[in-house]
């Protein structure tokens, strides 16, 4: 969300950069190069992800040793299938989310807590685990 995107020729600026230019202007942004449509670098429910990001998520899939869920319902497709792809490569598959999510089932370990509470003490417990042993 801290990135803008133009729809015809793939230029990104940063948001402050857009609201700096065009911030008081009633009509909508426009690309600085093209002059073409700009939107919210994300992928808003419903749109398609670009091929090239489908491709390399479901490579990385495939190939990892641990695959983390953080804060997914795991309901929307494509990516919902990643961790059913990790998981048949042999990785690990860890999930945090607030609820139940479909995958659950195949999960080696999951929590069900806010994405960014648990994170902060995995990250913790991780930073003390190598703190350890590098001591
Ligand atoms: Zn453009």
């Known amino acids: 969300m801290r990135w803008i995107r133009c729809l015809d020729c793939g230029e990104r600026y940063p948001l402050e950069e857009i609201l700096r230019r065009d911030g008081r ?7 600085g190069h093209c002059a073409g449509v700009l939107k919210p670098d994300v992928i808003f429910f419903g749109e398609a992800l670009p091929e090239e990001t489908l491709r390399e998520a479901t490579w990385n899939a495939d190939h990892c040793d641990l695959f983390l869920v953080v804060g997914s319902s795991l309901v929307v497709y494509p990516a919902a299938n990643m961790p059913f792809y990790a998981k048949q490569a042999g990785a ?3 999930i945090v989310n607030l609820s139940a999510t479909p995958a659950d089932k195949m999960a080696d370990v999951v929590l069900n807590a806010p994405a960014g509470e648990a994170m902060g003490r995995i990250l913790e417990e991780v930073r003390q685990r190598l703190t350890g042993s590098c001591a």
Request: net charge negative; charged share 20%.
């Open 92 to 94: 690990g598959l860890v």
């Open 25 to 31: 202007s009633e009509d909508p942004p426009v690309c």
